[in-house]
């Protein structure tokens, strides 16, 4: 037969809610007897049935996660930051993967509903004003992390994009080139738009005009980065530079770069954003703008445990923004005794 809470609770010489309330993290329960029901459970190899528990505490303890790409070595990191805040209050983690498909998200959202999942963090995904009202009718918590979405009244956490894509393209012009491409992301995405409001404030505070054939539309992916940069090193006058909107399409740009039989950064100089672990390899040491990806995650789960825990529908919506730091590797010139004041290396 299988165990039950009042085998728990008979080995234990406790009640069966005071196992409950172990067993739910609920902070009235002295230590000693804590230990003993966790004991018991251990012994008697008790699982609680998270879908009963649910029905009686209305709650199921699990929170989703869902991310537009988990092939981005960005995400795992967000990820785990996620996960180590969680399992401090007893939450489990549901990870979602969308592909950057919008009907891929909103089956995501009707599935994780009907799972009665506690809570969702949306890591750089697009969200319709639907899919909103939908998650703000059935009152289920949610924050957004990565991006911010039009009208959304929502937590957030993002990083400073606008001066971030200002400190990587400053840094080009501080290397004396005066002729900069760039590699957004997906159009009308906020991350995108504000490193592309970054990298054009950077160039008119230094008396340039921002050329729209020296920018080209990427899509986050590498395949993204290869494509726009063969694009930019097609012109009749290419750019010495290249700023790409991520890491990922900064490694498809060296791609394209090589390719043409170019040295970087001698012939073209790449910038990323991001700081990924490929950035630091030893055979690509990748310049890039620096974004706290572990703290986004962790930041986004207290933000949304604050919400679940104390819910208060007349609060109002927080805003974090993280600021960046501009990293200096080889990619930039580096190794050749180039550098800019006060960037890290």
């Known amino acids: 037969m299988p165990v039950t809470i009042k085998d728990v609770a008979r080995r234990s010489g406790v009640s069966k809610a005071t196992v409950s309330r172990v067993l739910n993290n609920i902070p009235v329960v002295r230590e000693d007897t804590r230990r003993a029901v966790l004991e018991a459970t251990r012994a008697l190899g008790y699982t609680p049935d998270a879908l009963a528990r649910g029905l009686t505490t209305k709650k199921t303890r699990t929170v989703a996660l869902v991310v537009s790409d988990i092939r981005n070595p960005f995400f795992p990191e967000v990820a785990r930051g996620v996960e180590d805040l969680l399992n401090n209050y007893n939450y489990n983690v549901m990870l979602c993967n969308t592909d950057g498909r919008p009907e891929k998200e909103e089956a995501y ?143 498809g740009a060296l791609e394209a770069i090589y390719e043409r039989g170019l040295k970087v950064p001698e012939d073209v100089a790449i910038v990323g954003f991001d700081d990924i672990p490929f950035a630091r390899l030893r055979n690509i040491q990748l310049t890039t703008v620096m974004y706290p990806k572990y703290d986004l995650g962790a930041i986004a789960a207290r933000m949304l445990i604050e919400r679940i825990e104390n819910p208060a529908p007349d609060r109002l919506a927080k805003q974090v923004i993280l600021p960046p730091r501009l990293i200096i590797r080889r990619t930039c010139g580096f190794h050749l005794g180039r550098s800019t004041p006060g960037a890290t290396t």
Do not use: W
């Open 109 to 251: 959202i009707r599935l994780l509903l009907e799972k009665r999942v506690d809570g969702i963090i949306f890591a750089s995904v697009k969200m319709g004003a639907s899919d909103l009202s939908r998650l703000q009718k059935r009152g289920l918590p949610f924050v957004l992390a990565g991006r911010t979405l039009p009208g959304a009244d929502a937590d957030v956490v993002v990083v400073d994009s606008v001066l971030g894509g200002y400190q990587a393209t400053m840094h080009l012009l501080q290397l004396g080139h005066t002729r900069i491409g760039y590699v957004s992301g997906p159009a009308g995405v906020s991350a995108s738009v504000d490193r592309h409001r970054g990298y054009e404030q950077a160039l008119r505070h230094n008396g340039l005009d921002p050329s729209p054939e020296l920018v080209a539309v990427g899509d986050f992916t590498q395949e993204g980065g290869y494509a726009g940069a063969s694009r930019l090193l097609s012109l009749e006058k290419p750019p010495t530079a290249i700023f790409c909107a991520n890491d990922i399409m900064a490694i």
